[in-house]
Nanobody, 120 residues
Framework: QVQLVESGGGLVQPGGSLRLSCAAF????????MSWYLQAPGKERELVAT????????KYADSVKDGFTIFRDDVVFTVYLQKSYLNSQDTAVYFC?????????????WGQGTQVTVSP
């Protein structure tokens, strides 16, 4: 059974930092392109960043605020999302996403999401 388990969310002070983790279970992690999405209150889910499997090439969505960094550790099957200097606009539920890169429409999986609230 495939599971993506996010952690690292919670209440963060303005100006603070964010480091989310997403641990993958039940899939061949090194064959999967990994992404982070966010869903702000009252808005649709949107892509933040993607990191490829073999090359670890990263891509960031233009529509998302600057400052995010995505990286992965294939030894522990985990992808991370990091950002400093948070503000209230970063308040959102953050979701981890995995897609099998071996096929054009490879299998996709979502995590349950982790809430990040930026507030004094």
């Amino acid at each position: 059974q495939v599971q993506l388990v996010e952690s690292g969310g919670g209440l963060v002070q303005p100006g603070g930092s964010l480091r989310l983790s997403c641990a993958a279970f039940g899939l061949a992690f090194t064959d999967y392109r990994m992404s982070w999405y966010l869903q702000a209150p009252g808005k649709e889910r949107e892509l933040v960043a993607t990191i490829d499997d073999f090359t670890h090439r990263t891509k960031y969505a233009d529509s998302v605020k600057d400052g995010f960094t995505i990286f992965r550790d294939d030894v522990v099957f985990t992808v991370y999302l990091q950002k400093s200097y948070l503000n209230s606009q970063d308040t959102a539920v953050y979701f981890c996403h995995a897609q099998d890169s071996r096929a054009i429409s490879g299998a996709e999986y979502w995590g349950q999401g982790t809430q990040v609230t930026v507030s004094p």
